[in-house]
């Protein structure tokens, strides 16, 4: 059985949805929120920050459910966590 890293083949449609939902961001922000050129204060800065670091979160948390469910699910990958603990043993504390 052979692992694929990047299985396009097989997933296609959930990259062709992240370049769309990436793409409707950029137009949502450029395009709606940024069409007149001003200069930006402190206050608006960090609002958007907060406000992208937000949804970054979100789409993080979003993927690392669906990894979960996904790895949960799928019995190819249910012995993966217990081979990568038999790998790297931990090191014993010096006692000094």
């Known amino acids: ?15 062709a949805a992240f370049t769309v939902l990436v793409l409707a961001l950029l137009v949502v922000d450029l395009g709606v929120f940024h069409r007149r050129a001003h200069a930006i204060s402190m206050r608006e800065a960090a609002l958007w920050c907060a406000v992208w670091f937000a949804l970054a979160m979100l789409f993080a948390g979003v993927v690392y459910g669906f990894a979960h469910w996904r790895l949960s ?24």
């Not at 059985?1 to 990259?15: G, I």
């Not at 699910?73 to 790998?87: H, K, L, N, T, Y």
């Open 73 to 96: 699910v799928d019995p190819r990958f249910a012995s993966i966590p217990a081979g990568m603990r038999e790998r790297w043993p931990r090191k014993p504390r010096s006692s000094t």
């Open 1 to 15: 059985m052979s692992l694929t890293l990047f299985p396009f083949a097989q997933y296609w449609q959930y990259y």
